[in-house]
């Protein structure tokens, strides 16, 4: 291990980077696992790493800003976050051992790949790339094939959601995010080599399936709870860390179900040992979304958001908004595909919690009414007035999605 000693650093940069590096990790770590892919795995932990010093020089900055009481108070709901960050970060590490160390994974979790996330795949640009030399904007990928790049790694170092200047160079080692479609053609234009579709095996067992379903499941909402988090401390809402809380609720009530039909499945195999994967998954998932309910637990518990946490949420790669859709707004009874919300505004909507009219609605922990979520959207789903959808983009996107929704950002 390398030493760290301490330096001035501004808190907020590294915030900003621990949430941009934390949620990539969430994102890599599962890929790894559905795509089996050591590559990725590797990229995993070789990005905790990179969170270890982070989280030591953010908690050096932090020791040294304290000088009194008061101080303590503002400060201990950063400490949390950093603490957070770095929970996420182990967790996603352990997920990337499951493929690393070869520990027993069924083949039904590939059964799963089409639903659980998009596709993200790990390319090194071949110096003979026509993508070589341009920039993001140029090249456009994202309007022509709906594939994103989400990071690059050139010459040991990260830049993490590269921003629309950032020019390919042969040899970057790029993470696409997209529909296995796009990916395909954007991969033979990267590597000049066909891509490899997979062919994902039926589940023989039941119980197994269900097993499976619910991991999918509770890292989709592990996910949004952590996007949520942030929203929480950047916004300063009670209202949204109630969210994170519900959430969190919701994944330990999945565990518990795949706990049962886990051990269902595991007398009805002939290697039950083959299912360690998916105990390590739900184990490490879980920790996902205490993870988020830390980041998030200021808020509830009346401290406030210490301004240097919104800034840094401000001003990371990507930001989070939280909007309701208006009534006879453009987005009032369309699709996210009719509306081309990701093309359009380069946000992408990661969850819509549904309003009175259009689902069903239950009572919360606190009293309220609330509708279904609903996690990843596909493009067909349909938005209707009073829905409350989650996005991740620029601010300038941002600005563009609220004035389809009929709002204006705070």
């Avoid at 621990?18 to 892919?37: C, F, N, P, Q, R």
């Avoid at 499951?98 to 089409?114: D, F, K, N, S, T």
């Avoid at 009346?302 to 001003?315: C, F, I, K, N, S």
Wanted: proline letters at 4%; glycine letters at 8%; aromatic letters at 2%.
């Amino acid at each position: 291990m390398g030493e760290v000693e301490y330096e001035p650093v501004s808190v907020k940069v590294v915030l900003a980077e621990m949430k941009d590096t934390a949620e990539l990790l969430i994102d890599l770590s599962y890929s790894a696992v559905l795509l089996g892919s050591d590559d990725i795995a590797e990229e995993v932990l070789d990005l905790e790493d990179r969170m270890d010093i982070l989280q030591m020089k953010a908690r050096m900055s932090l020791l040294m800003a304290a000088r009194n009481p008061e101080d303590a108070e503002a400060l201990a709901p950063v400490l949390g976050v950093v603490g957070a960050a770095e929970k996420i970060s182990d967790a996603a590490g352990d997920i990337a051992k499951v493929v690393i160390e070869e520990i027993g994974l069924p083949e039904a979790m590939r059964a799963a790949l089409p639903e659980a996330v998009e596709m993200l795949v790990r390319v090194r640009l071949d110096p003979d790339s026509p993508l070589v030399g341009q920039s993001l904007a140029g090249c456009d990928l994202e309007t022509e094939t709906g594939v994103r790049v989400i990071a690059i790694r050139r010459e040991g170092e990260w830049l993490i959601d590269p921003d629309s200047d950032a020019v390919l160079r042969g040899k970057d080692v790029l993470l696409l995010r997209g529909t296995e479609e796009g990916i395909a053609e954007v991969y033979e234009e990267s590597v000049g080599d066909e891509y490899v579709h997979m062919e994902a095996p039926e589940p023989a067992i039941d119980d197994l399936e269900r097993a499976v379903d619910s991991i999918v499941l509770m890292k989709n909402m592990s996910e949004l709870a952590v996007d949520l988090a942030y929203g929480a401390v950047l916004y300063d809402s009670e209202a949204v860390a109630e969210e994170v809380l519900e959430l969190e609720a919701e994944v330990d009530a999945l565990q518990s179900r795949f706990e049962a039909w886990t051990l269902q499945a595991a007398s009805r195999i002939d290697d039950p040992v083959s299912l360690r994967g998916l105990v390590h998954l739900a184990r490490a998932t879980e920790v996902i979304s205490d993870a988020a309910l830390e980041i998030s637990e200021g808020v509830l518990r009346g401290l406030g958001t210490h301004p240097v946490v919104a800034e840094a949420v401000r001003e990371s790669d990507q930001m989070i908004v939280r909007l309701t859709v208006g009534p006879e707004s453009a987005l009032d009874g369309a699709t996210l595909r009719d509306e081309m919300v990701s093309t359009q505004t380069g946000m992408r909507v990661i969850a819509v919690r549904r309003g009175s009219v259009a689902g069903t609605t239950a009572q919360s922990r606190f009293g309220r009414s609330r509708g279904e979520w609903v996690v990843s959207p596909r493009g067909e789903t349909e938005l209707h007035a009073e829905d409350v959808i989650i996005a991740k983009g620029t601010p300038e996107g941002a600005d563009r999605l609220a004035a389809l929704a009929g709002q204006e950002l705070e």
